[in-house]
């Protein structure tokens, strides 16, 4: 059974870093095979795409609002994908889900087939 259980998540100040990360059970033989990706639901609106992650952490790509603040990283060792969040803004309020990707664009989120259950994310200004 795949599960994905999100972790990190907390309460931070404008400006402030947090890093979030998810354990994966269920595909372990096959982790190393598969890209993983982070979305995000802020108060209110659609479920948006974050960052994505190729199966080997050879190739990264992320929203535009996140890049240059938000690194995605995986270790297939250990299973989990890791999401660390510099520069927080209250923009990035939001809870936050990890997901593994089945294939497809990667800012869909019909391209992904597991999801976690989500945790917390909440920048104070």
């Known amino acids: 059974q795949v599960q994905l259980v999100e972790s990190g998540g907390g309460v931070v100040q404008s400006g402030g870093s947090l890093r979030v990360s998810c354990s994966c059970a269920g595909f372990e033989r096959a982790f190393s095979t598969y890209a993983m990706g982070w979305f995000r639901q802020p108060p209110g609106k659609e479920r948006e795409f974050v960052a994505r992650?190729?199966?080997?952490?050879?190739?990264?790509y992320y929203v535009d609002s996140v890049k240059g603040r938000f690194t995605i990283s995986r270790d297939n060792a250990k299973n989990t994908v890791s999401l660390q969040m510099n520069s927080l803004r209250p923009e990035d309020t939001a809870v936050y889900y990890c997901?593994?990707?089945?294939?497809?664009?990667?800012?869909?989120?019909?391209?992904?087939?597991?999801w976690g259950q989500g945790t917390q994310v909440t920048v104070s200004s």
């Open positions: 997901a593994r990707h089945r294939g497809g664009l990667v800012s869909w989120k019909s391209s992904y087939d597991y």
């Open positions: 992650i190729t199966g080997n952490g050879g190739a990264t």
